[in-house]
């Protein structure tokens, strides 16, 4: 929770065999302060595996 926003590089799930990357961005309060994160995972575009660095 560094304040920052967040994308992934795309990854394939252990689960799902897809390729798919993680979004996340800090929650803030009226005064500016971190108070919580929201995450999201997204599945990607398929890309060849020496598109994702394989």
């Not at 993680?22 to 995972?41: K, M, W, Y």
Request: proline letters at 6%; glycine letters at 10%; a neutral charge.
């Amino acid at each position: 929770m560094d304040g920052e926003e967040y994308i992934s590089t795309v990854y394939v799930s252990a689960i799902t065999r897809q390729p798919w990357r993680t979004l996340s961005l800090p929650i803030r309060d009226g005064s500016g302060r971190n108070v919580g994160v929201l995450a999201a995972e997204q599945r990607s575009k398929p890309a060849t595996l020496e598109q994702m660095g394989y």
